[in-house]
């Protein structure tokens, strides 16, 4: 059984930083190029970040120099760190495979809520 479970979301203050996690099983991680998406109160979902098989990195101009994306194909894992956050990050972190876009391809996770608040 295929799954992506993410992890790591919370309450965070404005400024505040939080890591989130996406564990994987059930197909070959390493082989494929990787994404975070988003769903903020409201609104439509919105690409995050994707990181390829092989390494590159690319970001939402949203997030560029505030957010880190990374992968740990040796434990099938994706991780996304989030500093210096603002209200508007609140939202549903999904993460997917796929390098871009909002497109549901072959796998997508349940999502981990963050909130920022003050």
């Known amino acids: 059984e295929v799954q992506l479970v993410e992890s790591g979301g919370g309450v965070v203050q404005p400024g505040g930083s939080l890591r989130l996690t996406c564990t994987s099983s059930?197909?070959?991680?390493?082989?494929?190029?990787m994404r975070w998406v988003r769903r903020a109160p409201g609104k439509g979902l919105e690409w995050v970040s994707g990181?390829?098989?092989?390494?590159?990195?690319r970001y939402s101009d949203s997030v560029k120099g505030r957010f880190t994306i990374s992968r740990d194909n040796a434990n099938d894992t994706l991780y996304l760190q989030l500093n210096s956050l603002k209200t508007e990050d609140t939202a549903i972190y999904y993460c997917?495979?796929?390098?871009?876009?909002?497109?549901?391809?072959?796998?997508w996770g349940q999502g981990t809520q963050v909130t920022v608040s003050s």
């Open positions: 990181i390829s098989n092989g390494g590159l990195i």
């Open positions: 059930g197909f070959m991680f390493s082989s494929y190029d």
């Open positions: 997917a495979d796929g390098l871009y876009g909002t497109t549901r391809r072959n796998y």
